[in-house]
């Protein structure tokens, strides 16, 4: 019975993340930066599986790491949802929080979703546009040297997977990645589900559903590329990496941080308390001085490490 309703209920949730969430999907209304930030223009990046539209943000002028300099760093972004669902712009109101905030140039990726496009697509295709940045700093006006990433959910796993990529080619070097609850293993444990609060934003058939439409066969996600947690953390770049109480997702994350820690690499770890895993992109006032406090973290560690080495 389970797997005829598997049949019929993943595809239509697919359809639905894909489609209509798709179609809707919004920033929260939070505006962190007073600063003046322009709209986005965009970039048609190349990649190994085509073109890429990206949205770029140019820093304020008066923001801390752009004034004074004609090449401010640059920070890539890559956006949740479950891998189906394709909205960067849900993240505007974190991209305009770095470029206002931070003064760097943020380039929010439009990376293909499932389940048109399966793994390893979607992760191929930003860590291609890292690339494409960190040898672009003299046509784009930045630094590529200063390059960092992040992202959310599924974001959060592509982007952990670019570092994997970029950790097999020998570069780009990635000063620093800042994540919002990531994704680090796609085999969900039901002893996580038990220790969650009841009705969780990603639920087991959520994840089942991810599973089904992610990959062409299952045992894709095996891969270190897909469940990060199974992958070398030797040399990882220094991490923030931003958990929500309720979320069931909290569970692998820790193990994640607590084994990155044992192999050495600099983590940092903040647990938002009484929030769900969805809560950064939530457009519930109930959950703004949450998503302040997560985009406050992310400045603050992008400063810190943009700036370690005494450039403005």
């Not at 690339?131 to 672009?136: D, P, V």
């Not at 938002?272 to 992310?298: K, L, M």
Request: hydrophobic share 40%; aromatic share 6%; glycine share 8%.
């Amino acid at each position: 019975m389970s797997k005829l309703r598997d049949k019929v209920e993943i595809p239509l949730r697919a359809w639905i993340l894909s489609t209509v969430v798709t179609r809707i999907a919004k920033p929260p209304q939070v505006e962190v930066t007073q600063r003046y930030v322009a709209e986005p223009h965009i970039v048609d990046v190349p990649t190994r599986h085509g073109p890429v539209r990206c949205f770029i943000t140019r820093p304020a002028a008066d923001a801390p790491l752009a004034t004074n300099t004609a090449h401010p760093p640059v920070h890539l972004n890559t956006h949740g949802g479950g891998f189906l669902v394709g909205a960067p712009r849900q993240d505007d109101h974190i991209v305009r929080a770095i470029a206002g905030e931070v003064g760097a140039v943020v380039i929010n990726i439009d990376y293909s979703t499932a389940p048109k496009h399966r793994f390893p697509v979607a992760v191929e295709q930003c860590f291609d546009i890292l690339r494409w940045a960190s040898r672009s700093g003299e046509t784009m006006g930045w630094d590529g040297e200063r390059l960092s990433i992040g992202g959310t959910s599924a974001g959060g796993n592509l982007a952990l997977g670019m570092l994997e990529l970029a950790r097999r080619a020998g570069g780009p070097h990635v000063r620093t990645a800042a994540l919002i609850v990531p994704l680090v293993n796609f085999w969900a444990k039901a002893a996580d589900f038990a220790a969650t609060p009841p009705k969780p934003f990603v639920d087991e058939s959520l994840m089942r559903t991810v599973l089904k439409t992610y990959f062409t066969d299952e045992s894709q996600a095996d891969d270190p590329l897909a469940s990060v947690d199974l992958g070398d953390t030797t040399g990882l770049p220094p991490l923030l990496i931003i958990g929500a109480e309720r979320d069931s997702l909290r569970h692998q994350i820790e193990r994640y941080v607590a084994a990155a820690k044992a192999n050495g690499v600099d983590v940092t770890y903040r647990l938002i308390e009484g929030v769900d895993h969805d809560f950064s992109t939530s457009g519930s006032s109930v959950v703004r001085p949450q998503q302040i406090e997560t985009i406050d973290y992310i400045c603050d560690h992008l400063l810190e490490h943009f700036g370690a080495d005494g450039r403005p």
